[in-house]
DNA sequence: AAGAAGCATTATGTATACATTTCGCTTCTA
DNA sequence: TAGAAGCGAAATGTATACATAATGCTTCTT
């Protein structure tokens, strides 16, 4: 398999940006992990996920790296596993999970656009159009916008990139706790209740209530958790 | 140079375990950045660096990924440089800070086995032995001392190893802010009131007395540091 | 003289070769 | 039959070869 590499190409006066191997690599074994292609403590061995991924051992390495720094992948000794999920580790996983929000939610409130967080509770107190179909991703797209406007609004870069590596985390478990439309309600009017202290630069509030929020959120994903 | 690799030496009953050289160049890497001796914004070149550290750069991109996964390290396009660290930097350094430092500190009362703190109490009130010089490395043995046993006691691991990230960076801020020993003196009565918090259990006051420790160890570096 | 184009050097990205260890299987022995 | 020893296959760790892109310098053109 000779002169495949080579990180990008020039064709005339546009750059094609051919992605690097490794980040392929990683891409898909980071979402494969989550979606529990690759369950827990799935043995990694280097040449076989060559083989698989279609590249060679070298950007398989890189991504095993990155993904081992992530915590989707753990070394034990000389292999790399896919990360073990057990009830331990989830509350711990929320235990720091409640750290990272709790006060990414407090800066957010601090340093927040009032108007951007305005136009976002309008989003969520809206139903769906007359005579449109319930779209059952809204609450997950609703959710993940808040999640951007918060990192956007805390502006703080350590901060977000800690949260990014949890945000990974949570994805693997949610994928395989069942989600419960009663839950998705509630966990809704929790957002809008977030939305609304850091909207009224309520540091205290906006925190309390992510706090409160994460709290039901892992009652409830302990409820629906497999394990 | 051939014939030097493979990661462990087995010789009669022993087993000696070679480090791996991106251990090596990982550790070398890490301790030179803290140390200033790589300062911030130096490019890190693949080529030059794998010469200077005495390993090829296969090692070195392992190095180099893992750094940059920890936040010393920053990737900018394809190349490396030293992560920029600015006073808009420690500043967010420490908005994470708080965040992790906080919370360990919460789940610390909560778990602590009080006899170990009872112990680490003991050794900060206490003072030099009669005749003994003053070590004035003792307050920076304590601190780490007191890090230790809040890891351990918090006893949650993705908590812990955000931790570790953060503290290799402080590592790196406190290398070049300069200590006063005023300062000094203070933070060791900030860190036993922590102890204290935590020996009791009082989950509330181990959290607040460890923010008002950090606003104040930041201030003090933001005073000392000449960026 | 200033800017653009082209070429050479150098760096990164990837693949692969090779040394050594580890792990599993077989076989021998008590 | 159980356990240990030895052998072989496979995997990891490292070095290096090679392809391509980026960078800087020279040169040509206007």
């Known amino acids: 398999m000779r002169g495949v590499n080579g990180p990008a190409r020039a064709t005339g006066r546009f750059r094609i940006a051919l992605v690097r ?12 992990i989550i979606d529990w292609v690759l369950k827990p403590g799935t043995l990694l ?6 083989e698989r991924v279609g590249v060679s051992r070298t950007p398989i390495r890189e991504a095993l790296t ?3 720094a992530e915590g989707l992948v753990t070394t034990s000794g000389r292999t790399a596993i896919v990360a073990p999920l057990s009830r331990k580790h989830v509350i711990e996983l ?14 957010a409130a601090r340093r927040r656009d009032p108007e951007r ?6 989003e969520f107190r809206r139903g769906p159009d007359p005579g449109e179909a319930v779209d059952p991703r809204r609450p ?12 956007e609004a805390a502006d703080s870069q350590y901060l977000r990139s800690a949260l990014e590596d949890v945000r990974g985390q949570m994805a693997r478990v949610r ?3 069942r989600s419960n439309s009663e839950r998705l309600h509630r966990a809704t009017l929790e957002h809008m209740q977030i939305v609304e202290a850091i909207h009224s630069g309520d540091e205290l509030f906006a925190s ?3 706090a409160v929020h994460l709290r039901n959120s892992l009652a409830n994903v302990l409820e629906s958790l497999p394990l």
């Not at 929320?94 to 800066?107: G, H, K």
């Not at 967080?117 to 309008?122: E, H």
């Open 208 to 210: 309390q209530a992510t």
């Open 66 to 68: 990155r993904l081992a």
């Open 45 to 50: 061995g280097e040449i076989e996920t060559a």
């Open 94 to 107: 929320f235990e720091l999970r409640e750290a990272l929000e709790t006060q990414a939610a407090r800066l």
């Open 117 to 122: 967080f305005a136009t976002l509770l309008a």
């Open 21 to 32: 191997a490794s980040d392929v690599a990683y891409g898909q074994l980071r979402q494969e």
């Open 175 to 177: 994928f395989y706790s």
């Open 140 to 151: 997950y797209f609703l959710s993940s916008e808040l999640d951007a406007a918060i990192d």
